[in-house]
């Protein structure tokens, strides 16, 4: 079994950072990737599935983004502690949702949540003035 609790969420100002992280723990030794999902308010009501949008790869730390969030956001990890993060920078009002982070323990696409096996239970994310 693996458990994730993600934390370091808030309310920020448009053009602000926050720094999630993702502390994971049980048996974590043998997955394929750990990824970051985000879903926006009133999306689950709708049935819209939590958008990937940031993973990596744990044989080898390769990491994908999103196009709506590369070049802003950065994952990355301190496997000593057994932590991923993702600092988010200049946000925007459409960032806000809440982040949860995912693992996959086989090989597959990391940014399709169908294929993620454990998750969080999310941090929420807020950006406004």
């Known amino acids: 079994q693996v458990q994730l609790v993600e934390s370091g969420g808030g309310l920020v100002q448009p053009g602000g950072s926050l720094n999630l992280s993702c502390a994971a723990s049980g048996s974590t030794l043998d997955y394929y990737s750990i990824a970051w999902f985000r879903q926006a308010p009133g999306e689950e009501r709708e049935g819209i599935e939590r958008e990937g949008i940031s993973c990596l790869i744990n044989s080898d730390d390769t990491t994908i983004y999103a196009y709506s969030v590369e070049g802003r956001f950065t994952i990355s990890r301190d496997r000593a502690k057994n932590t991923v993060y993702l600092q988010m920078n200049n946000l925007k009002p459409e960032d806000t949702a809440v982040y949860y982070c995912?693992?996959?323990?086989?090989?597959?696409?990391?940014?399709?949540?169908?294929?993620?096996?454990?998750w969080g239970k999310g941090t929420q994310v807020t950006v406004s003035s």
């Open positions: 995912a693992i996959g323990v086989v090989r597959a696409n990391c940014a399709n949540a169908g294929n993620m096996h454990y």
